[in-house]
C-alpha cells in the first residue's frame, strides 16, 4: 500500500521532490474529516440544538461567509510572512475546534467550534496552492494540484463512513473526540517543511521573494482585478457561491426527509459520492495538461462547462422522485464536478504575479460570499422550509449555470494574461536587482555588508603581527601639483533614470528570446 501511494504521488511530481506534495495532501486529507463528519450528521446535530431548517442554514451560511471572508487577509499577509508557518498554525485550530465542536452546549458555542475550525481549514486552500506553485514547475501542476484537491474526497470517502458509524454508535458528538487527533499528527509533520522561493519555477520570473518589496493591499488587488482571467473568474464566483455553500446544507436534509435515509445510509452515500468526485478530479488532472496543449484557454473552457453542467443534474434531481434515481444523479454531479479543480487552480497560478499569487487564490472567497449575500437578501434562503427540500434545490440551478457561462469566457483571456505575467514577474525581478543595486551605490554598504567584510579579516589574537622593517631615508623630490579633477554628482534622478533603463531592457530581453513562451 504504502509503494504504491509512492509510486501515485512520484508520477503526479513529475520527477519532482514528493515530500511537500505528500505533508499537504495530508494534512488536506486530515483536516476535511471533520468537515465530512459534520455534513453526514447534520440532521442529527440540527435535532440536538432544536433548530429550524431555516436557522440551522443560514447558521452554516453566515459560518462560511465569515470564514471566506477572512481568507483575503490571510492570503494578504501570506504574500509578506512565512506560509508554513501559517500552515502549521492552522492545522493547529482546525484539531482543537474540532474537538470543541464534540464538547459544544447551546448554540453560541457550536457557532464558534464552527468558526475556529473553519478558520483553521483557510489554509488548505490559497496557502496551500501557493506554496505547491512554488514548490512544482508548470509542467508538474495540472496533477499536483489533482493529486492535492483529491486528498480532500479522499477524506470525504473515508470521513462519512466513519462518522456514520460512530454517530450511530454512540451519538453525533463522538465523531469529533476522535478525528481531531489526526490532524494535529500532519500538522506536526508539516513543520518539516521548507518555506519555497517565490515565483522560483515561473517561467521568466524567479527569487522576487529576495528582491521585490510586497505590494500594500489596495495595489495588489488592482493589478489582481486588471488580469481579465481572473476578474471573469471572480465573477463567476458570485454565481457559483450562491449554488453551492446553500447546496452543502441542503443535500444530508434532502435525503433525510425526503427518502428516510438514516446516518449509516447517509454516510454510504457521501462515502460514494467523494469517491465519484476523486475519480473526476484525477482525470480531470490529466486532462488539463492535453487541453493546455491543445490551446491555453481551454481548460477555463472547460471549468465553465463542468458548473453548468452541474445546475442541470441539480434541476432534474429536484425534478424527479425517485430514491435510486436521485442517488445515481447525485454520483454523476460528484464526478463532473471533479474536473473543475485542477484546471482552475493551474490557470489561476499562471496568469497570477508570483508576489500576489496567495492574495490571487483567497480574492475569490470574497466573490463567492457576496453570492451567498444576495442569495439570502433575495429570500430564497427560506424555500426549504415555505415550499420544500426539492424546491429549494432547483431554485439553485440557475445559479450554477450561469456562473458557469461567465467562467467559460474567461477562456479567450487566458493566452495573452499568462505571456504578460511571464514579462511582468521577471521585469519585476529585473528591476528590483537594479533598485537594490542604485541603493548600494548611494548609501554605501550596509551593516550586512560590514560584517561580512569583517568576517574575512584574521583575528589579531590569533595572528601574530609581523615587526616592520624600517627603510633607510631617501632623498626625494616634491611630486608636482595637479590641478584637481572636477567629478560630476551623481544625483537620485540620474540614478532613477538608470535603474529605470535598466529594468526596460532586461524586460524585454526574454520576451524576444521567448517569443513563444506559454502557448
Known amino acids: 500500500m504504502i509503494q504504491w501511494l509512492r509510486r501515485k504521488f512520484e508520477a503526479d511530481a513529475k520527477g519532482e521532490a514528493v515530500f511537500p506534495l505528500l505533508v499537504l495532501s495530508a494534512l488536506f486529507f486530515f483536516d476535511e474529516f471533520d468537515t465530512a463528519a459534520f455534513a453526514t450528521l447534520a440532521p442529527e446535530i440540527q435535532k440536538s440544538f432544536e433548530l429550524t431548517d431555516n436557522e440551522f442554514i443560514q447558521l452554516i451560511i453566515i459560518n462560511v461567509s465569515v470564514t471566506a471572508l477572512l481568507a483575503v487577509p490571510l492570503g494578504y499577509f501570506a504574500d509578506r510572512i512565512s506560509r508554513k508557518k501559517l500552515v502549521v498554525l492552522s492545522g493547529v485550530l482546525a484539531g482543537a475546534f474540532s474537538l470543541l465542536t464534540g464538547f459544544a ?9 464552527r468558526f475556529g475550525n473553519g478558520v483553521g481549514l483557510l489554509a488548505n486552500g490559497p496557502i ?58 500532519a500538522t506536526f509533520v508539516a513543520t518539516k517543511l521548507t518555506e519555497p522561493a517565490r515565483g522560483a519555477t515561473d517561467p521568466g520570473g524567479g527569487y522576487i521573494s529576495e528582491t521585490a518589496r510586497p505590494p500594500k493591499f489596495r495595489e495588489a488587488t488592482r493589478t489582481l482585478w486588471r488580469i481579465r ?31 428516510g435515509l438514516s446516518a449509516f445510509e447517509r454516510g454510504l452515500l457521501g462515502a460514494a459520492s467523494a469517491a465519484c468526485t476523486y475519480v473526476g478530479v484525477q482525470q480531470g488532472g490529466k486532462a488539463t495538461a492535453k487541453w493546455f496543449a491543445k490551446s491555453m484557454g481551454l481548460p477555463m473552457q472547460r471549468v465553465g462547462f463542468v458548473l453548468g453542467s452541474v445546475g442541470v443534474v441539480l434541476a432534474v434531481m429536484a425534478a424527479v422522485p425517485f430514491l435510486a434515481v436521485s442517488i445515481a444523479l447525485t454520483l454523476v454531479a460528484n464526478y463532473v464536478l471533479g474536473y473543475f479543480f485542477a484546471p482552475y487552480a493551474a490557470v489561476q497560478a499562471l496568469v497570477s504575479p508570483a508576489r500576489e499569487r496567495s492574495l490571487a487564490f483567497s480574492l475569490g472567497a470574497i466573490f463567492l460570499v457576496f453570492g451567498v449575500i444576495i442569495f439570502s437578501l433575495l429570500g430564497l434562503g427560506t424555500i426549504a422550509d415555505e415550499h420544500g427540500l426539492r424546491w429549494a434545490i432547483f431554485a ?48 554605501g554598504p550596509t551593516d550586512e555588508d560590514a560584517a561580512g567584510v569583517l568576517s574575512e579579516i584574521p583575528d589579531q589574537k590569533r595572528v601574530a603581527p609581523k615587526t616592520p622593517v624600517r627603510a633607510k631615508p631617501t632623498a626625494t623630490k616634491p611630486a608636482p601639483k595637479r590641478a584637481p579633477v572636477k567629478r560630476k554628482a551623481v544625483t537620485p534622478q540620474a540614478l532613477g533614470k538608470k535603474t529605470a533603463a ?13 517569443n513563444g513562451a506559454g502557448r
Not at 105 to 113: R, S
Not at 180 to 185: D, R, S, T
Not at 235 to 254: D, Q, V
Open 229 to 259: 482571467t481572473l476578474r471573469r473568474s471572480y465573477i463567476s464566483a458570485i454565481f457559483f457561491g450562491a449554488g453551492i455553500i446553500p447546496l452543502l446544507a441542503y443535500l444530508a436534509l434532502f435525503f433525510e426527509r425526503e427518502y
Open 396 to 443: 439553485l440551478a440557475p445559479w450554477w449555470v450561469v456562473g458557469g457561462l461567465v467562467g467559460m469566457s474567461a477562456g479567450q483571456f487566458v493566452e495573452g494574461d499568462v505571456q504578460k505575467a511571464m514579462v511582468a514577474s521577471h521585469a519585476a525581478a529585473e528591476a528590483a536587482r537594479a533598485g537594490y543595486e542604485a541603493t548600494q551605490l548611494a548609501i
Open 128 to 185: 496551500h496552492q501557493s506554496l505547491l506553485a512554488d514548490y512544482y514547475t508548470p509542467d508538474a501542476r495540472p496533477t499536483v494540484y489533482a493529486r492535492h484537491r483529491n486528498s480532500h474526497y479522499a477524506a470525504a470517502v473515508l470521513g462519512p463512513a466513519v462518522a456514520g458509524i460512530l454517530g450511530s454508535l454512540f451519538g453525533w458528538r463522538a465523531a469529533f473526540f476522535v478525528l481531531f487527533v489526526p490532524i494535529l499528527i
Open 502 to 514: 535598466s529594468a526596460k531592457s532586461a524586460a524585454t530581453r526574454p520576451l524576444a528570446k521567448k
Open 105 to 113: 452546549v447551546g448554540v453560541a458555542a457550536l457557532a464558534i467550534a
